[in-house]
């Protein structure tokens, strides 16, 4: 588990999940997929939850490897996350492509959030 608690965390989470995957054989491209999607979730983490952590595991599902990432965090949670997916959708005065970007650069996205109570962001990206 690598808490998420300063801008550097992020930084250690990127290159965690860099060293993960080119060990797990991903292809450059899926490695950019998955460290691109992975920095956004630890910022957000860090930005929306107040800090949090990330947990990266090799996973294998008898026929291909890949690599899941759950990022977790006790802050205030997502209030309306069909919004919150939205494209263009921001709260940030960014891009608003977070969540639904990241969504996108992953094989396996699940969200579990609720105003209140905090989010778990679940991503996995398989070995081609």
Not at 23 to 52: C, W
Not at 77 to 103: F, K, N, P, Q, V
Not at 106 to 119: K, M, N, S
């Amino acid at each position: 588990m690598v808490t998420i608690a300063a801008d550097e965390d992020v930084v250690r989470v990127r290159q965690l999940v860099r060293i993960v995957a080119v060990g797990a054989k991903l292809s450059l491209v899926d490695q950019t997929k998955l460290v691109t999607a992975a920095s956004e979730l630890a910022r957000n983490t860090l930005v929306y939850g107040g800090g949090g952590g990330a947990e990266v595991t090799v996973v294998d599902s008898g026929r291909r490897t890949g690599i899941r990432i759950v990022f977790a965090d006790d802050g205030p949670g997502i209030a309306d996350l069909d919004l919150a997916l939205t494209d263009g959708y921001t709260t940030g005065g960014g891009l608003g492509l977070g969540l639904s970007g990241a969504r996108r650069l992953v094989d396996e996205f699940e969200i579990d959030t609720a105003a209140g109570r905090g989010t778990r962001i679940t991503i996995t990206k398989w070995a081609r």
